[in-house]
């Protein structure tokens, strides 16, 4: 371990998990039990309207966002949430290609994308990068 990266939280993340497919919210659900201990606060929604609405209610350390979804995409309500919570960071999850994907989410802080497929391993590591940033 870096020495200069902080600790893994024992306490965990308050994460919120947006897609519009309950199957890939359940996915990824089971994805963070793996990552730094797996004791996170995980509430879900089903589309960025959704999200923004728990995110009122109840703001997190992090959001995992589906781009593609109905009433609101991935890439609106990451907007949003850069606007309105600019310590929260956002990974969009996109089944777009890659280049495309980090193309319309550069406008975005503290944003990363994931392109789908992928496993538990790529989802830890793109977590661990947005909340683990190297110092420079």
Do not use: W
Not at 12 to 28: F, P, T
Not at 38 to 46: S, Y
Not at 80 to 97: C, D, F, K, N
Request: hydrophobic share 45%.
């Amino acid at each position: 371990m870096d020495a200069a990266a902080p600790p893994a939280r024992s306490a965990g993340y308050d994460i919120l998990v947006v897609d519009d497919n309950a199957e890939m919210r359940a996915y990824i659900r089971r994805c963070l039990r793996s990552f730094e201990g797996g004791a996170h606060r995980i509430q879900e929604a089903a589309d960025g309207q959704e999200a923004l609405e728990a995110l009122a209610g109840h703001p997190c350390d992090l959001v995992i966002t589906d781009v593609v979804m109905p009433r609101m995409d991935g890439l609106t309500l990451g907007r949003l949430v850069s606007e309105h919570y600019p310590a929260v960071p956002v990974l969009l999850i996109t089944g777009e290609a890659p280049a495309d994907a980090r193309r319309r989410a550069a406008r975005l802080t503290a944003a990363a994308v994931l392109p789908k497929p992928f496993n538990g391993r790529k989802l830890c590591r793109a977590l661990d990068r947005l909340l683990h940033p190297p110092v420079a």
